[in-house]
């Protein structure tokens, strides 16, 4: 079973300041890697897909990079609707499927 | 623009079957290519898949909980349902549905329903 270990659990920044989260597998999934943030009482939004691709309507300062085990989220520049809990989820080949990281809670400082 | 909306039955008893239904609007399940799946969430917990299914009725189940699940499509009112039989007191978690792009692009889920909350107590 392909676990995803997501770090730092919570991460207390301010409005502007840049982000790194980080998201590692514990086999290589390829580039088969998503990224959702939630914000408390709505459902995940999917921000990008295929480790690197924003989805439909995600500002540009989300960007996704990583292959294999290791996978990043950055935020360049963060606004204060960010602050939320962001999850990666993986592909799985055998049996074909899903599972998603514990997340990372994005705190305001 | 694609909406999904779950609904069901908020309670269910232990060891009953819970039943959700999700209906797409904007969009025909039956004209697409894309996978539709359930996910769901335990409260203040991470996100578990439970499994997907196509149009023609292919699915695909989380391995935890396959013995339990079935899930099933009908075109004509342009839903999928999700059954969980033998539910516990872990099953309690707000359960979304979502379309699952893997037979289009990528491997995620793209549009997510608002969700609904289940709880199981007798």
């Known amino acids: 079973e392909i676990v995803l270990t997501q770090s730092p659990a919570t991460l207390s920044l301010s409005p502007g300041e840049r982000v790194t989260l980080s998201c590692r597998a514990s086999?290589?999934?390829?580039?088969?890697l998503a990224w959702y943030q939630q914000k408390p009482g709505q459902a995940p939004r999917l921000l990008i897909y295929d480790a690197s691709n924003r989805a439909t309507g995600i500002p540009a300062r989300f960007s996704g990079s990583g292959s294999g085990t290791d996978f990043t989220l950055t935020i360049s520049s963060l606004e204060p609707e960010d602050f939320a809990i962001y999850y990666c989820?993986?592909?799985?080949?055998?049996?074909?499927?899903?599972?998603f990281g514990l997340g990372t809670k994005l705190e305001i400082k | 623009q694609l909406q999904l909306q779950e609904s069901g039955p908020g309670l269910v008893k232990p060891s009953e079957t819970l039943s959700l239904t999700c209906t797409v609007s904007g969009g025909s399940i039956r004209r697409s290519n894309y996978y539709w799946g359930w996910i769901r969430q335990p409260p203040g917990k991470g996100l578990e898949w439970i499994g997907s299914i196509y149009y023609s009725g292919s699915t695909y189940y989380n391995p935890s909980l396959k013995s339990r699940v079935t899930i099933s499509v009908d075109t004509s009112k342009n839903q999928f349902s999700l059954n969980l039989s033998s539910v516990t007191a872990a099953d309690a978690a707000a359960y979304y549905c979502a379309r699952d792009t893997s037979s289009v692009v990528g491997y995620a889920f793209d549009v997510w329903g608002q969700g609904t909350t289940v709880s199981v107590s007798s």
């Open positions: 989820q993986q592909r799985i080949t055998s049996p074909p499927g899903y599972t």
């Open positions: 086999q290589s999934v390829s580039r088969y």
